[in-house]
């Protein structure tokens, strides 16, 4: 708009009195500049480059990687939030979101628990290479999959599986050492003794605190076990708790767990609202997933182009993230399981396949966006990043 336009406008004057008024009385804050955005970006930082100061065996498959922070304090976070750990394996740059086990009133480190999956580009490399003194770099805490006590019960009930504990554990820490009044129930099931984490600790802190209540599930016990076993079902979690009123529930494990528990709760009359369900990285054979089409086969060979240039080889089975990182391009990603957005590209042509549940906003599909960690192609597909 030109000047003159702007002056003709009604109370112009009045403002520019003001404005003159307001210079010649007011402070001078031009010293502060840049002060609220450094406060921002200690709170959420970015990134953080973090020292391991200690590696502790957890079990034969699981190692937990205490992080402190030569450059300053932590940043705060909610029980049961994550981080996500950039790193380059293979050449490959890439990342992977860990939940942080310890409580929030440990301002000193952050432990992240690592368990070894099968083929696991990362873990594996962590598990194998990373040792104390070594440098890794990680963003601030994300995600939502904590309690909130305008919305939450007071009584939660943590159901977890595998490495799937890592943020529960979070909580039953924040609960116990900061002395809050809430009741837990952690059920949580394994497939063997030899898998379960942290449980001496675990054991320790039932026997000592009467507001935890701690029930592993073993689907396959050892000679001796005396404790609950087979799945977590509707049945299996009603004996332990009681009458689901006044409780939130809370699940973190692998997909066939939610395929699973999910229902149980249902069964049990649970209102969706009281159940959350943290996301826990990308499908292992998306190729099983409901809706999969029967004529595309996992290693089927296709062309994503980039950008209208660049070609890249890729397999159905292989999100189009993992094969953009294996080019050498990488985008922003957080949590890598479908739920942030950040890594979204859009589908200029080609058929592309995503799980059924994936949280895509309604303008993103509108305009044809996808996640693309949990996105895969069908056939040779187009996509502008």
Request: proline share 6%; with cysteine; hydrophobic share 35%.
């Amino acid at each position: 708009m030109k000047q003159e336009a702007i002056e003709q406008m009604e109370g112009y004057a009045d403002i520019v009195r003001e404005i003159d008024i307001a210079v010649k009385y007011g402070e001078d804050f031009s010293g502060e500049k840049g002060t609220v955005q450094q406060f921002i970006n200690r709170l959420h930082p970015k990134r953080l480059n973090m020292t391991v100061s200690e590696v502790i065996e957890e079990t034969p498959s699981t190692k937990t990687f205490r992080l402190v922070n030569p450059e300053g304090p932590l940043p705060p976070f909610q029980a049961g939030q994550y981080v996500s750990l950039s790193i380059e394996v293979d050449s490959i740059k890439t990342s992977r979101a860990y939940s942080i086990a310890s409580a929030p009133s440990e301002t000193g480190y952050f432990d992240l628990t690592v368990r070894r999956m099968e083929k696991g580009l990362v873990s594996n490399h962590l598990l194998d290479h990373v040792r104390a003194g070594d440098s890794l770099i990680i963003s601030g805490p994300q995600g939502t999959f904590h309690h909130n006590p305008i919305i939450h019960d007071d009584t939660l009930v943590l159901l977890g599986g595998g490495c799937g504990i890592t943020p529960l554990m979070s909580m039953v820490r924040d609960t116990i050492q900061s002395g809050l009044q809430r009741t837990l129930y952690l059920i949580y099931g394994n497939r063997s003794g030899d898998d379960m984490i942290y449980h001496k600790e675990l054991v320790q802190m039932a026997e000592k605190h009467a507001n935890f209540n701690y029930i592993p599930v073993l689907e396959q016990p050892d000679a001796g076990y005396q404790g609950k076993t087979g799945y977590i079902t509707g049945e299996l979690i009603k004996d332990i708790i009681g009458d689901i009123e006044g409780k939130s529930f809370f699940i973190c494990g692998p997909q066939a767990m939610y395929n699973f528990c999910l229902p149980e709760l249902k069964k049990l009359g649970v209102p969706k609202r009281k159940i959350r369900k943290e996301m826990f990285g990308t499908p292992i054979n998306i190729w099983e997933y409901p809706g999969w089409p029967e004529a595309v086969k996992p290693h089927q060979v296709c062309t994503i182009t980039v950008n209208g240039e660049n070609k890249l080889e890729a397999v159905a089975s292989e999100s189009i993230l993992v094969t953009l990182e294996k080019n050498g391009l990488v985008i922003p990603t957080i949590c890598r399981s479908g739920e942030c957005s950040l890594c979204r590209v859009k589908i200029m042509s080609g058929k592309v396949y995503q799980p059924q549940g994936t949280l895509v906003r309604k303008s993103d599909r509108h305009f044809g966006y996808v996640h693309s960690c949990v996105t895969y192609p069908l056939e040779d597909v187009d996509i502008l990043l």
